[in-house]
C-alpha cells in the first residue's frame, strides 16, 4: 500500500525514493503553504527532515480509504521527541497527485 511505502521512505530519509511515489505535478499542501512538482516537494521534505532527531521513527497509528485516496494519522518519535501527523493522499495512477499534511511539527 502507499502509506506503507510512504512511512518506510521517510524512516529512510530516502528524498528519491519519496519523490517516485507522487505523480510528476502532484501538489503537497501544508497549513502555510501549498508545494507543487517533484523538485520543490523534494525540497519541503529535506526542510521537513531537520526538524525531526536522527533516529526518530516514523509509524502509522490510523489509516483508511479506497480507490483514490488515502488517509492516515501518524507519530513520529525518539527518546525525548514525539510528534503526530494526519495526511490525505489523492492517487492517480498509483501515485500520489495531492497531498494534505497537517502536524504538530508545521
Known sequence: DIVDQYI???????LAR?????YPSAALVTAKRTIQGLQ???????????????????????????LGSR???????????QATGSDTFGLVDKKIAYHFTQSSLL
Do not use: E
Open 8 to 14: 518506510a521512505a521517510l524512516n529512510s530519509r530516502d
Open 18 to 22: 519519496l519523490a517516485a511515489l507522487y
Open 71 to 81: 488517509h492516515f494519522t501518524w507519530q513520529v518519535s525518539a527518546p525525548s521527541f
Open 40 to 66: 520543490a516537494i523534494q525540497a519541503w521534505f529535506q526542510d521537513f527532515f531537520t526538524l525531526i532527531p536522527s533516529g526518530a521513527f516514523f509509524a502509522v497509528t490510523s489509516s483508511g480509504g479506497a
